[in-house]
């Protein structure tokens, strides 16, 4: 069975630090990876994905994922954190060739960037 | 252009009433994705639409709850009798097409609350 964790409910960060959201994934076969971020009472908006290729992924707003196949990890990262970064974000897995495949998802990591 | 738009983005119910719920995708999407969000399952998925394919129904979790899309396009998620566990927020998302590399994109989600 497919399964994303996030094993860090919460993540604070000073602004202008480098944040880094933790997200580890189980699947049978090669994975697809994505990122979400959901600010409060808004839908997910789509950070970023790995699908294949180069494991250093860059997506919206300056973050960017690092694919690891033998730690089965896509840990989210920015250089330096905004306040405004500050929002749940959401990991979520879905399986190669899974034509129609819904999303799995993470449980969620709330960042908190204080100024 | 315009995104995912759900509504109403509020619902407050009684118990025992039936609500439905409105999706209208992304111009052109073919895929439309129902999910739920709430505190204590997270992100599940819970109905998908490709085309005019069968709906792939395997999320639902009871039958109380049935979806629909008309003309390939607008989709309703209606919840019969509706229970205090039905509170939650519900996600609507499209993507283009259904392989596996596809993003979703989600609406601002419906937040339904039973009384």
């Known amino acids: 069975a497919q399964s994303v964790a996030q094993p860090e409910d919460q993540v604070n960060v000073a602004e202008g630090n480098p944040l880094t959201v933790k997200c580890t994934y189980s699947?049978?076969?090669?994975?697809?990876l994505f990122w979400y971020v959901q600010y409060p009472n808004r839908g997910l908006q789509f950070l970023l994905k790995?699908?294949?290729?180069?494991?250093l992924v860059k997506g919206s707003y300056g973050f960017e994922a690092e694919f690891n196949k033998s730690q089965t990890s896509f840990h989210l990262k920015k250089p330096s954190a905004l306040v405004s970064d500050s929002a749940l974000y959401f990991c979520?897995?879905?399986?190669?060739?899974?034509?129609?495949?819904?999303?799995?998802f993470g449980q969620g990591t709330e960042l908190s960037v204080k100024p | 252009g315009a995104g995912v738009s759900q509504s109403p983005s509020n619902k407050v119910t009684e118990k025992g009433k039936d609500v439905e719920l409105r999706c209208d995708p992304i111009?052109?999407?073919?895929?439309l994705y129902w999910y739920r969000q709430s505190l204590g399952q997270g992100l599940e998925f819970l109905i998908y639409?490709?085309?005019?394919?069968?709906?792939?129904k395997s999320g639902l979790p009871s039958d109380r709850f049935s979806a629909e899309r008309t003309g390939g396009s607008v989709s309703t998620l209606t919840i019969q009798r509706t229970q205090q566990e039905d509170s939650a927020v519900y996600l609507c998302?499209?993507?283009?097409?259904?392989?596996?590399?596809?993003?979703?994109?989600f609406g601002p989600g419906t937040r339904l609350t039973v009384l």
């Open positions: 790995y699908i294949t290729g180069d494991n």
């Open positions: 979520a897995v879905r399986r190669f060739r899974d034509q129609g495949g819904k999303l799995i």
């Open positions: 998302a499209s993507s283009l097409g259904s392989g596996s590399t596809d993003t979703q994109y």
């Open positions: 639409f490709q085309g005019n394919s069968a709906p792939d």
């Open positions: 699947v049978s076969g090669n994975p697809y």
């Open positions: 111009s052109g999407h073919t895929a």
